[in-house]
């Protein structure tokens, strides 16, 4: 006879052949949620399988329909319409657990169209205002904001025109990320966009020389890696995140541009993924804060167009 072995339980439970994982858990006294009462479509008795999803029936017409409307990845199951074949065990965890799960439940089911956590391959880039906090101390609030809002204004059109994503702004900082439209050409619109962003600022800066008598310099860190896409929130906010070492890996090279006295640097997996057609100096080892060993860092040659490399 089939087992199931349920998370955050650690229970260790039967389940009878064409009886679903709902019935078998709430027959064993687990407190199961199931808010339309196995009907598919709240999703809310949803279950993560971790172990045998091998045993489990393949989805029928009403758990497709809900799972492919949600985007839920495969070994995401509604309980109420999965039975177990065979004698194998299948362990799952049961991530809706209390009201607030039972909430955010019912925001997926509000727009389904957003992301609900996937691994993907992006390139993330960060960047920031050299000295900003000085160029701000001189200015009064209201200036301030004007000036980071034309600068981010002029920086969301380059980043939109390379097919990123402006994940955050920190301050007088940028999280962008690349990859999610155009997977192919992460790497190559990230460095692009990167460019571009110099350039841009070089075109703003006689206009804050004129009006504020200060100017930008920016600095970038780009990384290429895996990393968790999704909308996280509450309170029916919810934005789309990137969460992950990528990203750590990302911000920490940004930061080393200031130890270096460099604008524009990037990992080793940028430069492997660009291949020859990106143009860079001498790469060197450097500590990251926060992460253990040394890290291969490259400073992109802003003076070589790409497609003037041999
Ligand atoms: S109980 Fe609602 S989808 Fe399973």
Redesign the pocket.
């Known amino acids: 006879m089939a087992q199931l072995y349920a998370l955050p339980d650690e229970r260790l439970l039967t389940i009878a052949p064409g009886e679903t994982i709902?019935a078998a858990t709430l027959r064993q006294g687990i407190d199961h949620v199931?808010?339309?009462?196995?009907?598919?479509?709240?999703?809310?008795?949803r279950i993560h399988v971790l172990d045998g999803l091998v045993n489990c029936s393949p989805r029928n017409a009403s758990e497709l329909a809900?799972t492919t409307r949600l985007h839920l990845p495969e070994p995401v199951r509604?309980?109420?319409?999965t039975t177990v074949t065979g004698s194998g065990t299948v362990r799952f965890a049961r991530p809706v657990l209390d009201r607030l799960d039972m909430e955010l439940a019912a925001q997926d089911l509000q727009h389904p169209d957003q992301q609900l956590g996937q691994l993907k391959q992006v390139a993330v880039l960060f960047s920031d205002i050299a000295d900003y906090t000085v160029l701000a101390d001189q200015l009064p609030p209201y200036d301030v904001v004007h000036v980071l809002n034309r600068y981010f204004g002029v920086m969301s059109e380059v980043v939109a025109a390379h097919h990123g994503y402006i994940s955050d702004f920190i301050g007088d900082g940028l999280m962008v990320v690349f990859g999610l439209s155009h997977p192919a050409t992460a790497v190559t619109d990230a460095l692009a966009a990167g460019r571009a962003m110099f350039r841009a600022v070089a075109q703003l800066n006689p206009y804050l020389q004129q009006m504020y008598r200060c100017a930008f310099h920016i600095r970038i860190g780009l990384h290429y890696g895996e990393a968790v896409v999704g909308h996280i929130g509450g309170n029916g906010f919810r934005k789309l995140a990137t969460i992950g070492d990528t990203v750590n890996v990302a911000s920490r090279i940004e930061s080393a541009n200031k130890e270096y006295g460099t604008t524009f640097l990037v990992s080793e997996a940028v430069v492997a993924a660009a291949g020859p057609a990106l143009a860079v100096r001498q790469g060197f080892l450097a500590p990251l804060k926060g992460k253990l060993g040394m890290h291969r860092l490259y400073e992109v040659d802003l003076a070589v167009e790409p497609d003037k490399v041999e």
């Open positions: 709902l199931h808010a339309c009462g196995g009907q598919a479509k709240c999703s809310t008795c809900l509604l309980a109420c319409q």
